[in-house]
């Protein structure tokens, strides 16, 4: 029993220490970022093997201390330079830069497969590939290949727009009708209309045309349809 009140204090100890750092710690991760997890990682988890409860919560509450200095510190022009590291070109108008494979300790297979992901299979159609200081690789390509643009066309288009969930897994997202000043009796309405039930809707989202769009649990049979085939067994 004690082991559990234990545990539970630390994790409730670590999540509240994790929202008040904010979410940067978990997304880009800089160097001091990940040792930053690393170190209150260590510190949390050790109240769960001995009696240091109230020392591990206090260390933990001083790692935080210096990693939101260091965040500050990092906002200061002179000093991001030397607690960020700087960009690395990898690709520079079509040509590998080899400097910049061996500073960011890069094979060329994996290049190649950073690359793929992001859509592109020829270097000599890429202006320039950069490591960016979080690990992150940014690729722009040249003006010929890149993606053909509305304005490039004189083509003038709608505002983006993005679907409101109101239904998500059943369950009902009330802030969003509040936001869009409707209740529970209007999606309801809508629901009888096209004979669906809000437990077994996956996700119901609100267009900008006034309509709702339902996502339920019915999938349709394309049994033997090449243009639908699934991988899997289970196709």
Do not use: C
């Amino acid at each position: 029993m004690e082991t559990i009140y234990r545990t539970i204090i630390v994790f409730m100890a670590g999540y509240l220490f994790l929202r008040v750092t904010g979410k940067k710690a978990v997304s880009q991760m800089h160097t001091y970022d990940l040792l930053y997890i690393f170190v209150l990682t260590n510190i949390i988890s050790t109240p769960v093997e001995n009696d240091h409860l109230g020392k591990a919560i206090i260390y933990a509450g001083i790692t935080v201390i210096l990693y939101k200095i260091f965040i500050r510190l990092s906002l200061h022009n002179k000093l991001r330079w030397i607690l960020n590291e700087s960009p690395t070109v990898l690709i520079h108008n079509g040509d590998i830069d080899r400097k910049g494979l061996k500073k960011a300790r890069m094979p060329i297979n994996e290049l190649l497969s950073h690359l793929r992901v992001k859509g592109y299979t020829d270097i000599q159609n890429i202006a320039i590939a950069i490591m960016e200081e979080t690990g992150n690789i940014s690729v722009i390509p040249k003006a010929d290949y890149r993606p053909v643009q509305p304005n490039d066309l004189n083509i003038s288009v709608k505002k983006e727009y993005l679907p409101i969930p109101l239904i998500m897994d059943g369950q009902i997202v009330y802030h969003n009708l509040k936001y869009l000043q409707l209740d529970r009796e209007w999606l309801l309405n809508e629901l009888e209309k096209v004979g669906e039930k809000i437990e077994t809707i996956i996700l119901a989202t609100f267009l900008d045309d006034g309509t709702l769009f339902i996502d339920n649990n019915e999938v349709e049979e394309h049994d033997g349809d090449p243009y639908y085939y699934k991988p899997g067994r289970d196709n």
